[in-house]
């Protein structure tokens, strides 16, 4: 089994950053596939970006284009998500995920492990 558990939400101004952090504990971390998914109020969770083991990362959501990066430190456990030129849109729950699967924006919440989620809010 894998536990995660995020940190470093907040309310931002627009323009502001933010790094999102997710520990990791369980199992070994540096094969897992990790990523982060974000859930605003009323809408479907999606998901924002992923890197793999080896630290490929992929990005699925066109607006976060040049602002975020995703990155992981194997030898702490973590996942991060740095957060740039923050916009109002961006305001949603962040949830990390972790999977021995590639994680993919249709693939079921049984198939990965969840955080609990951290509240980004982001102000104009």
């Known amino acids: 089994q894998v536990q995660l558990v995020e940190s470093g939400g907040g309310l931002v101004q627009a323009g502001g950053s933010l790094r999102l952090s997710c520990a990791a504990s369980?199992?070994?971390?540096?094969?897992?596939?990790m990523g982060w998914f974000r859930q605003a109020p009323g809408k479907e969770r999606e998901l924002v970006t992923t890197?793999?083991?080896?630290?490929?990362?992929?990005y699925y959501v066109d607006s976060q284009k040049g602002r975020f990066t995703i990155s992981r430190d194997n030898a702490k456990n973590t996942v991060y998500l740095q957060m740039n030129s923050l916009k109002p849109e961006d305001t949603a729950v962040y949830y990390c995920?972790?999977?021995?699967?590639?994680?993919?924006?249709?693939?079921?919440?049984?198939?990965?492990?969840w955080g609990q989620g951290t509240q980004v809010t982001v102000s104009s």
């Open positions: 995920s972790a999977s021995t699967e590639t994680i993919m924006r249709t693939m079921p919440r049984s198939s990965a492990y």
């Open positions: 369980g199992r070994t971390f540096s094969r897992l596939n």
């Open positions: 890197i793999g083991w080896r630290g490929e990362s992929r």
